[in-house]
Protein backbone atom coordinates (compact mmCIF):
# COMPACT_ATOMS: atom_id res chain seq x y z
CA UNK A 1 0.00 0.00 0.00
CA UNK A 2 1.53 3.75 -0.97
CA UNK A 3 1.92 6.10 1.82
CA UNK A 4 -1.11 7.92 0.93
CA UNK A 5 -3.40 4.40 2.08
CA UNK A 6 -1.51 4.18 5.27
CA UNK A 7 -2.18 7.43 6.61
CA UNK A 8 -5.46 7.04 5.65
CA UNK A 9 -6.14 3.97 8.17
CA UNK A 10 -4.25 5.45 10.41
CA UNK A 11 -6.91 8.22 10.23
CA UNK A 12 -9.62 5.53 10.53
CA UNK A 13 -7.92 4.04 13.46
CA UNK A 14 -7.79 7.67 15.51
CA UNK A 15 -11.31 8.30 14.70
CA UNK A 16 -13.32 5.07 15.58
CA UNK A 17 -11.06 4.97 18.92
CA UNK A 18 -12.03 8.09 20.00
CA UNK A 19 -15.66 8.16 18.66
CA UNK A 20 -18.88 8.51 20.70
CA UNK A 21 -21.15 8.16 17.44
CA UNK A 22 -21.64 4.76 17.42
CA UNK A 23 -22.78 5.17 21.31
CA UNK A 24 -24.77 7.93 20.77
CA UNK A 25 -26.64 6.66 18.06
CA UNK A 26 -27.20 3.16 20.56
CA UNK A 27 -28.77 5.56 22.59
CA UNK A 28 -31.71 7.02 20.87
CA UNK A 29 -32.45 3.64 19.08
CA UNK A 30 -32.78 2.38 22.66
CA UNK A 31 -34.44 5.56 24.46
CA UNK A 32 -36.22 6.57 21.75
CA UNK A 33 -37.71 4.26 19.69
CA UNK A 34 -37.88 1.33 21.95
CA UNK A 35 -37.78 -2.10 20.86
CA UNK A 36 -38.21 -0.92 16.89
CA UNK A 37 -40.28 -4.00 16.38
CA UNK A 38 -42.10 -4.68 13.36
CA UNK A 39 -45.11 -2.38 13.36
CA UNK A 40 -44.79 -0.31 15.97
CA UNK A 41 -44.33 3.37 15.82
CA UNK A 42 -40.73 3.12 17.07
CA UNK A 43 -39.92 0.79 13.92
CA UNK A 44 -41.07 3.93 11.90
CA UNK A 45 -38.96 6.42 13.94
CA UNK A 46 -35.71 4.13 13.83
CA UNK A 47 -35.69 3.77 9.97
CA UNK A 48 -36.06 7.96 9.73
CA UNK A 49 -33.22 8.47 12.01
CA UNK A 50 -31.32 5.64 10.81
CA UNK A 51 -31.79 7.30 7.01
CA UNK A 52 -31.12 10.53 8.22
CA UNK A 53 -27.92 9.80 9.68
CA UNK A 54 -27.14 7.48 6.38
CA UNK A 55 -27.41 11.17 4.65
CA UNK A 56 -25.75 12.94 7.39
CA UNK A 57 -22.76 10.99 6.74
CA UNK A 58 -22.81 11.21 3.09
CA UNK A 59 -23.28 8.07 1.58
CA UNK A 60 -24.23 7.19 -1.65
CA UNK A 61 -28.14 6.96 -2.34
CA UNK A 62 -29.53 6.33 1.04
CA UNK A 63 -32.96 5.17 0.91
CA UNK A 64 -35.47 3.17 1.87
CA UNK A 65 -37.14 -0.10 0.08
CA UNK A 66 -40.67 -0.68 1.84
CA UNK A 67 -42.04 -4.82 1.12
CA UNK A 68 -44.76 -6.51 2.92
CA UNK A 69 -45.61 -9.36 5.13
CA UNK A 70 -47.35 -11.15 8.10
CA UNK A 71 -47.30 -8.62 10.75
CA UNK A 72 -47.81 -9.73 14.70
CA UNK A 73 -49.01 -7.77 17.79
CA UNK A 74 -49.04 -8.86 21.34
CA UNK A 75 -52.41 -9.11 23.35
CA UNK A 76 -53.08 -10.82 26.19
CA UNK A 77 -51.93 -14.33 27.28
CA UNK A 78 -52.32 -16.57 30.22
CA UNK A 79 -51.16 -19.78 31.34
CA UNK A 80 -52.91 -21.45 34.26
CA UNK A 81 -52.67 -25.00 36.27
CA UNK A 82 -55.83 -26.94 36.52
CA UNK A 83 -54.77 -30.20 38.07
CA UNK A 84 -53.49 -31.32 40.40
CA UNK A 85 -54.11 -28.02 41.94
CA UNK A 86 -55.24 -24.35 40.28
CA UNK A 87 -52.55 -21.84 40.17
CA UNK A 88 -51.84 -19.07 37.09
CA UNK A 89 -48.57 -18.41 35.84
CA UNK A 90 -46.55 -15.59 34.73
CA UNK A 91 -46.16 -15.90 30.70
CA UNK A 92 -45.74 -14.31 27.49
CA UNK A 93 -46.52 -15.25 23.58
CA UNK A 94 -44.49 -16.32 21.25
CA UNK A 95 -44.71 -13.81 17.94
CA UNK A 96 -47.02 -15.31 15.79
CA UNK A 97 -49.12 -17.04 18.11
CA UNK A 98 -52.82 -16.31 17.26
CA UNK A 99 -55.43 -16.79 19.47
CA UNK A 100 -56.58 -19.82 21.24
CA UNK A 101 -58.02 -21.33 24.18
CA UNK A 102 -56.73 -24.93 24.64
CA UNK A 103 -56.22 -27.65 27.60
CA UNK A 104 -54.42 -30.45 28.36
CA UNK A 105 -51.73 -32.66 29.67
CA UNK A 106 -47.94 -31.08 30.24
CA UNK A 107 -45.63 -32.99 28.59
CA UNK A 108 -41.97 -32.03 29.39
CA UNK A 109 -39.15 -33.03 27.01
CA UNK A 110 -35.83 -31.85 28.26
CA UNK A 111 -33.64 -29.84 26.42
CA UNK A 112 -35.99 -30.90 22.96
CA UNK A 113 -32.84 -32.63 20.97
CA UNK A 114 -34.29 -34.93 18.20
CA UNK A 115 -33.43 -37.64 20.34
CA UNK A 116 -35.32 -36.79 23.08
CA UNK A 117 -38.22 -35.86 20.51
CA UNK A 118 -37.98 -39.57 19.72
CA UNK A 119 -38.17 -40.96 22.52
CA UNK A 120 -41.75 -39.25 23.49
CA UNK A 121 -43.27 -39.30 19.92
CA UNK A 122 -45.92 -42.10 21.01
CA UNK A 123 -47.00 -39.64 24.59
CA UNK A 124 -46.84 -36.28 22.43
CA UNK A 125 -50.02 -36.40 20.49
CA UNK A 126 -52.63 -34.30 22.60
CA UNK A 127 -50.42 -32.59 25.12
CA UNK A 128 -49.18 -29.65 26.06
CA UNK A 129 -45.31 -29.75 25.16
CA UNK A 130 -42.51 -27.89 27.84
CA UNK A 131 -38.99 -27.62 26.25
CA UNK A 132 -36.18 -26.01 27.91
CA UNK A 133 -34.45 -23.02 25.97
CA UNK A 134 -30.99 -24.57 25.65
CA UNK A 135 -29.08 -26.49 23.52
CA UNK A 136 -26.79 -29.20 25.52
CA UNK A 137 -23.23 -28.97 25.10
CA UNK A 138 -22.96 -32.47 24.64
CA UNK A 139 -25.28 -32.51 21.09
CA UNK A 140 -23.34 -31.59 17.96
CA UNK A 141 -25.07 -28.34 16.85
CA UNK A 142 -27.38 -25.63 18.59
CA UNK A 143 -31.51 -26.71 18.42
CA UNK A 144 -33.33 -23.65 17.89
CA UNK A 145 -36.08 -23.00 19.70
CA UNK A 146 -38.66 -22.75 15.86
CA UNK A 147 -36.79 -26.65 15.17
CA UNK A 148 -38.41 -27.35 18.56
CA UNK A 149 -41.33 -26.36 18.22
CA UNK A 150 -41.19 -27.69 14.59
CA UNK A 151 -41.20 -31.01 15.92
CA UNK A 152 -43.20 -30.75 18.67
CA UNK A 153 -46.21 -29.68 15.88
CA UNK A 154 -45.28 -32.23 13.56
CA UNK A 155 -45.85 -35.11 16.11
CA UNK A 156 -49.35 -33.53 17.49
CA UNK A 157 -48.75 -31.06 20.07
CA UNK A 158 -51.59 -28.85 21.32
CA UNK A 159 -49.42 -26.27 22.31
CA UNK A 160 -45.79 -25.56 23.20
CA UNK A 161 -44.29 -23.73 26.32
CA UNK A 162 -40.90 -22.70 25.88
CA UNK A 163 -39.12 -22.56 29.51
CA UNK A 164 -35.98 -20.25 29.97
CA UNK A 165 -32.36 -22.25 31.24
CA UNK A 166 -31.12 -19.11 33.19
CA UNK A 167 -32.89 -18.29 36.78
CA UNK A 168 -33.59 -15.01 37.22
CA UNK A 169 -37.38 -14.82 36.37
CA UNK A 170 -37.38 -13.60 32.97
CA UNK A 171 -39.56 -15.18 30.17
CA UNK A 172 -37.63 -15.39 27.13
CA UNK A 173 -39.43 -14.45 23.80
CA UNK A 174 -38.40 -15.81 19.71
CA UNK A 175 -41.02 -16.27 16.98
CA UNK A 176 -42.24 -19.41 16.79
CA UNK A 177 -43.10 -19.69 13.28
CA UNK A 178 -41.26 -17.15 10.42
CA UNK A 179 -43.90 -14.74 9.21
CA UNK A 180 -46.43 -16.54 9.13
CA UNK A 181 -49.27 -17.76 11.88
CA UNK A 182 -48.28 -20.66 13.89
CA UNK A 183 -50.90 -23.36 14.49
CA UNK A 184 -50.88 -23.98 18.08
CA UNK A 185 -50.30 -21.66 21.08
CA UNK A 186 -46.74 -21.17 22.43
CA UNK A 187 -46.01 -19.37 24.56
CA UNK A 188 -42.43 -18.32 27.56
CA UNK A 189 -42.00 -18.84 30.73
CA UNK A 190 -39.27 -18.31 33.45
CA UNK A 191 -37.15 -20.96 34.91
CA UNK A 192 -38.73 -20.58 37.88
CA UNK A 193 -42.52 -21.73 36.85
CA UNK A 194 -41.39 -23.94 34.62
CA UNK A 195 -39.67 -25.73 37.34
CA UNK A 196 -42.54 -25.05 39.84
CA UNK A 197 -44.87 -27.17 37.20
CA UNK A 198 -42.57 -30.05 37.03
CA UNK A 199 -42.25 -29.83 40.88
CA UNK A 200 -45.98 -30.20 40.63
CA UNK A 201 -45.77 -33.46 38.59
CA UNK A 202 -44.78 -35.43 41.58
CA UNK A 203 -48.64 -35.43 42.50
CA UNK A 204 -49.85 -36.16 39.43
CA UNK A 205 -50.42 -35.29 36.02
CA UNK A 206 -50.20 -32.15 35.29
CA UNK A 207 -52.76 -29.91 32.84
CA UNK A 208 -52.02 -26.66 31.96
CA UNK A 209 -54.65 -23.94 30.39
CA UNK A 210 -53.37 -21.74 27.76
CA UNK A 211 -55.22 -18.54 26.57
CA UNK A 212 -53.75 -15.96 23.96
CA UNK A 213 -55.53 -12.90 22.07
CA UNK A 214 -53.06 -12.19 19.44
CA UNK A 215 -53.28 -10.33 15.97
CA UNK A 216 -51.63 -11.15 12.78
CA UNK A 217 -52.16 -9.15 9.83
CA UNK A 218 -50.62 -7.65 6.94
CA UNK A 219 -47.86 -4.86 7.76
CA UNK A 220 -45.44 -2.53 5.45
CA UNK A 221 -41.93 -2.94 6.43
CA UNK A 222 -38.39 -0.96 4.85
CA UNK A 223 -35.14 -1.94 4.47
CA UNK A 224 -32.19 1.04 4.97
CA UNK A 225 -29.76 1.20 2.22
CA UNK A 226 -26.73 3.75 2.02
CA UNK A 227 -23.82 2.74 -1.10
CA UNK A 228 -20.05 3.67 -0.52
CA UNK A 229 -19.15 3.39 -4.18
CA UNK A 230 -15.71 1.82 -5.33
CA UNK A 231 -13.44 3.61 -7.19
CA UNK A 232 -12.06 1.47 -9.26
CA UNK A 233 -14.58 -1.77 -8.99
CA UNK A 234 -18.14 -0.08 -8.53
CA UNK A 235 -19.88 -3.15 -10.29
CA UNK A 236 -18.51 -5.14 -7.17
CA UNK A 237 -20.31 -4.66 -3.93
CA UNK A 238 -19.69 -6.08 -0.73
CA UNK A 239 -22.50 -5.86 1.53
CA UNK A 240 -21.96 -4.82 5.12
CA UNK A 241 -25.33 -5.70 7.45
CA UNK A 242 -26.99 -5.78 10.82
CA UNK A 243 -31.40 -5.85 12.08
CA UNK A 244 -32.09 -2.96 13.87
CA UNK A 245 -34.97 -4.43 15.26
CA UNK A 246 -35.53 -6.23 18.68
CA UNK A 247 -38.06 -8.19 20.66
CA UNK A 248 -41.15 -5.91 21.53
CA UNK A 249 -40.33 -6.92 25.12
CA UNK A 250 -37.13 -4.99 25.18
CA UNK A 251 -35.17 -2.35 23.75
CA UNK A 252 -32.54 -4.71 22.34
CA UNK A 253 -29.89 -2.66 23.09
CA UNK A 254 -27.77 -6.34 22.35
CA UNK A 255 -29.76 -8.04 20.06
CA UNK A 256 -29.28 -5.90 17.34
CA UNK A 257 -29.14 -1.85 18.26
CA UNK A 258 -25.40 -2.85 19.13
CA UNK A 259 -24.65 -4.27 14.82
CA UNK A 260 -26.83 -1.65 13.28
CA UNK A 261 -25.06 1.41 15.10
CA UNK A 262 -21.87 -0.35 13.82
CA UNK A 263 -22.72 -0.43 10.40
CA UNK A 264 -23.43 3.04 10.36
CA UNK A 265 -20.08 4.05 12.54
CA UNK A 266 -18.07 2.01 9.44
CA UNK A 267 -20.29 3.71 7.22
CA UNK A 268 -19.13 7.50 8.88
CA UNK A 269 -16.14 6.53 8.88
CA UNK A 270 -15.26 5.20 5.74
CA UNK A 271 -16.80 7.82 3.92
CA UNK A 272 -13.68 10.40 4.78
CA UNK A 273 -11.93 7.94 2.68
CA UNK A 274 -14.19 7.06 -0.23
CA UNK A 275 -11.58 7.43 -2.76
CA UNK A 276 -9.41 4.84 -1.49
CA UNK A 277 -12.28 1.74 -1.65
CA UNK A 278 -12.08 -0.39 -4.50
CA UNK A 279 -14.87 -1.83 -4.87
CA UNK A 280 -18.50 -0.69 -3.71
CA UNK A 281 -19.45 -1.16 0.03
CA UNK A 282 -23.03 -1.47 0.10
CA UNK A 283 -24.73 -1.04 4.19
CA UNK A 284 -28.21 -2.38 4.83
CA UNK A 285 -30.03 -2.56 7.89
CA UNK A 286 -32.49 -4.78 8.17
CA UNK A 287 -35.96 -4.74 10.09
CA UNK A 288 -38.09 -7.90 11.22
CA UNK A 289 -35.02 -10.31 11.94
CA UNK A 290 -36.41 -11.41 15.15
CA UNK A 291 -39.52 -12.93 13.74
CA UNK A 292 -37.98 -14.73 9.90
CA UNK A 293 -34.86 -12.59 8.83
CA UNK A 294 -38.28 -11.08 7.21
CA UNK A 295 -35.81 -7.91 5.65
CA UNK A 296 -33.16 -9.95 4.40
CA UNK A 297 -35.19 -12.34 2.98
CA UNK A 298 -37.19 -9.43 0.56
CA UNK A 299 -33.77 -7.42 0.04
CA UNK A 300 -32.28 -10.52 -1.75
CA UNK A 301 -36.01 -11.41 -3.26
CA UNK A 302 -36.29 -7.36 -4.70
CA UNK A 303 -32.23 -7.64 -6.00
CA UNK A 304 -31.79 -11.25 -7.33
CA UNK A 305 -31.11 -9.38 -10.90
CA UNK A 306 -28.49 -8.12 -9.44
CA UNK A 307 -26.61 -10.90 -7.08
CA UNK A 308 -24.19 -11.80 -9.04
CA UNK A 309 -22.77 -8.44 -7.99
CA UNK A 310 -22.37 -9.39 -5.04
CA UNK A 311 -18.94 -10.33 -3.55
CA UNK A 312 -19.10 -10.87 -0.02
CA UNK A 313 -21.90 -10.31 3.00
CA UNK A 314 -20.80 -9.87 5.93
CA UNK A 315 -23.83 -9.93 8.51
CA UNK A 316 -22.74 -8.13 11.79
CA UNK A 317 -25.15 -8.95 14.08
CA UNK A 318 -24.03 -9.01 17.71
CA UNK A 319 -20.92 -6.52 16.75
CA UNK A 320 -20.33 -4.40 19.61
CA UNK A 321 -21.53 -6.51 22.35
CA UNK A 322 -17.82 -7.72 23.64
CA UNK A 323 -14.47 -6.66 23.83
CA UNK A 324 -12.73 -9.11 22.28
CA UNK A 325 -11.90 -8.79 18.31
CA UNK A 326 -13.99 -11.01 16.39
CA UNK A 327 -13.66 -13.42 13.44
CA UNK A 328 -15.55 -14.72 10.37
CA UNK A 329 -17.43 -17.33 10.53
CA UNK A 330 -17.36 -18.31 6.60
CA UNK A 331 -21.88 -19.55 5.83
CA UNK A 332 -21.46 -22.65 4.58
CA UNK A 333 -18.79 -24.58 2.52
CA UNK A 334 -16.60 -21.62 2.20
CA UNK A 335 -13.12 -23.18 2.17
CA UNK A 336 -11.44 -21.43 -0.75
CA UNK A 337 -12.29 -18.01 1.00
CA UNK A 338 -10.83 -18.76 3.84
CA UNK A 339 -6.93 -18.01 3.27
CA UNK A 340 -7.98 -14.75 1.19
CA UNK A 341 -9.73 -13.57 4.09
CA UNK A 342 -7.35 -14.35 6.68
CA UNK A 343 -4.72 -12.80 4.20
CA UNK A 344 -7.02 -9.42 4.50
CA UNK A 345 -7.19 -9.57 8.19
CA UNK A 346 -3.25 -9.80 8.59
CA UNK A 347 -3.20 -6.74 6.19
CA UNK A 348 -6.08 -4.97 8.63
CA UNK A 349 -3.47 -5.72 11.78
CA UNK A 350 -3.50 -8.70 12.96
CA UNK A 351 -4.06 -12.30 12.80
CA UNK A 352 -7.86 -12.98 12.49
CA UNK A 353 -9.76 -16.16 12.97
CA UNK A 354 -11.79 -17.52 10.23
CA UNK A 355 -13.25 -20.95 9.40
CA UNK A 356 -16.49 -23.05 7.79
CA UNK A 357 -19.51 -22.98 9.72
CA UNK A 358 -23.76 -22.35 9.27
CA UNK A 359 -26.01 -21.04 11.29
CA UNK A 360 -29.92 -20.38 9.74
CA UNK A 361 -30.98 -17.78 12.18
CA UNK A 362 -29.62 -14.48 11.13
CA UNK A 363 -29.21 -12.36 8.30
CA UNK A 364 -26.72 -13.64 5.96
CA UNK A 365 -28.88 -17.11 5.44
CA UNK A 366 -31.04 -15.51 2.70
CA UNK A 367 -28.07 -14.31 1.04
CA UNK A 368 -26.63 -17.99 1.41
CA UNK A 369 -29.76 -19.63 -0.24
CA UNK A 370 -29.35 -16.93 -3.03
CA UNK A 371 -25.93 -18.18 -3.68
CA UNK A 372 -23.53 -15.21 -2.72
CA UNK A 373 -20.97 -15.55 -0.28
CA UNK A 374 -21.06 -14.56 2.98
CA UNK A 375 -19.82 -15.15 6.51
CA UNK A 376 -20.50 -14.00 10.03
CA UNK A 377 -18.90 -11.82 12.18
CA UNK A 378 -18.64 -13.13 16.02
CA UNK A 379 -16.25 -14.32 18.71
CA UNK A 380 -14.80 -17.41 17.38
CA UNK A 381 -13.20 -18.98 20.78
CA UNK A 382 -17.01 -18.09 22.80
CA UNK A 383 -17.88 -21.26 24.45
CA UNK A 384 -21.11 -23.03 23.16
CA UNK A 385 -23.37 -22.74 25.99
CA UNK A 386 -26.20 -23.03 24.28
CA UNK A 387 -28.43 -19.88 25.92
CA UNK A 388 -28.97 -16.64 25.32
CA UNK A 389 -27.75 -14.63 28.03
CA UNK A 390 -29.92 -11.61 28.41
CA UNK A 391 -31.04 -11.69 24.98
CA UNK A 392 -34.67 -12.31 23.69
CA UNK A 393 -35.42 -10.83 27.39
CA UNK A 394 -36.73 -7.62 29.20
CA UNK A 395 -33.33 -7.20 30.31
CA UNK A 396 -32.04 -6.64 26.96
CA UNK A 397 -30.69 -3.08 27.71
CA UNK A 398 -28.44 -0.24 27.78
CA UNK A 399 -26.66 -0.93 30.26
CA UNK A 400 -25.21 -4.50 29.01
CA UNK A 401 -23.65 -2.68 26.08
CA UNK A 402 -20.31 -0.30 26.58
CA UNK A 403 -19.14 2.35 24.09
CA UNK A 404 -15.63 0.99 24.36
CA UNK A 405 -17.06 -2.26 22.72
CA UNK A 406 -18.53 -0.34 19.57
CA UNK A 407 -15.76 1.18 19.13
CA UNK A 408 -13.36 -1.56 19.03
CA UNK A 409 -15.88 -3.62 17.10
CA UNK A 410 -16.39 -0.52 14.51
CA UNK A 411 -12.41 0.12 13.93
CA UNK A 412 -11.77 -3.53 13.46
CA UNK A 413 -14.15 -4.55 10.85
CA UNK A 414 -13.81 -0.93 8.90
CA UNK A 415 -10.07 -1.85 8.65
CA UNK A 416 -11.25 -5.19 7.14
CA UNK A 417 -13.65 -3.28 4.86
CA UNK A 418 -11.29 -0.97 3.63
CA UNK A 419 -8.78 -3.58 3.25
CA UNK A 420 -11.44 -6.32 1.05
CA UNK A 421 -12.32 -3.80 -1.02
CA UNK A 422 -8.86 -3.85 -2.62
CA UNK A 423 -8.35 -7.37 -2.41
CA UNK A 424 -7.01 -8.73 -5.32
CA UNK A 425 -6.75 -12.31 -4.43
CA UNK A 426 -11.05 -12.43 -3.66
CA UNK A 427 -12.32 -15.68 -5.42
CA UNK A 428 -16.10 -15.04 -4.99
CA UNK A 429 -18.27 -16.87 -6.95
CA UNK A 430 -22.16 -17.56 -6.52
CA UNK A 431 -23.21 -21.24 -5.45
CA UNK A 432 -25.44 -23.56 -7.35
CA UNK A 433 -28.98 -24.55 -6.19
CA UNK A 434 -27.41 -27.87 -6.14
CA UNK A 435 -24.23 -27.17 -4.31
CA UNK A 436 -26.36 -25.53 -1.34
CA UNK A 437 -28.66 -28.62 -1.15
CA UNK A 438 -25.80 -30.63 -0.70
CA UNK A 439 -24.64 -28.00 1.47
CA UNK A 440 -27.73 -28.01 3.80
CA UNK A 441 -27.69 -32.12 3.51
CA UNK A 442 -23.98 -32.23 5.09
CA UNK A 443 -24.67 -29.98 8.12
CA UNK A 444 -27.85 -31.79 8.43
CA UNK A 445 -30.24 -28.56 8.09
CA UNK A 446 -32.53 -29.78 5.40
CA UNK A 447 -34.36 -31.36 7.76
CA UNK A 448 -34.41 -28.93 10.12
CA UNK A 449 -35.72 -26.42 7.46
CA UNK A 450 -38.75 -28.48 6.52
CA UNK A 451 -39.71 -28.81 9.92
CA UNK A 452 -39.87 -24.96 10.27
CA UNK A 453 -42.01 -24.88 7.01
CA UNK A 454 -38.80 -22.97 5.28
CA UNK A 455 -37.35 -25.09 3.54
CA UNK A 456 -36.48 -23.12 0.12
CA UNK A 457 -36.42 -25.44 -2.80
Known sequence: MDNGFLEAEKQLIGDLATSREAWNNLVVLCDRFGSR???????????????????????????????????????????????????EFPVIALPYTGTHDIEGELLHVGYGTPTDFGAYADHIPGKIVMAAARSPSYYRRG???????????ALGARGFIWMRWDAGFLPETGAARWNREVEVPCVGVA???????????????VRVRIR?????????????????????????VIVIGAHFDGHDIAPGAMDDGSGAVVVLEIARALAAHRHLLGRTLRFITFPLEEIGLIGAYAYVDAHRHEVEKFKFMLNLDG?????EFGGVQLQGDRTELALPLRNVGRAAGGNMVVDNGLSLYSDHFPFVLAGVPAGSYARMDAPATGVRGWGHTAADTLDKVS???????????ARLMLHLSNAEDWPARLQTQAEIEAILKRYELDEVLRLELRYPF
Open 191 to 205: REYGEEMLRMAKAGP
Open 143 to 153: IHRCEKIGRAI
Open 403 to 413: PANLQSSAQHI
Open 319 to 323: AGRGA
Open 212 to 236: TENEVRPMPSWNIVGDLRGATKPDE
Open 37 to 87: FGGTEGEKGARDYILGKMREYGLDDPHTEEFSYTGWVRGVTTLESTAPQAQ
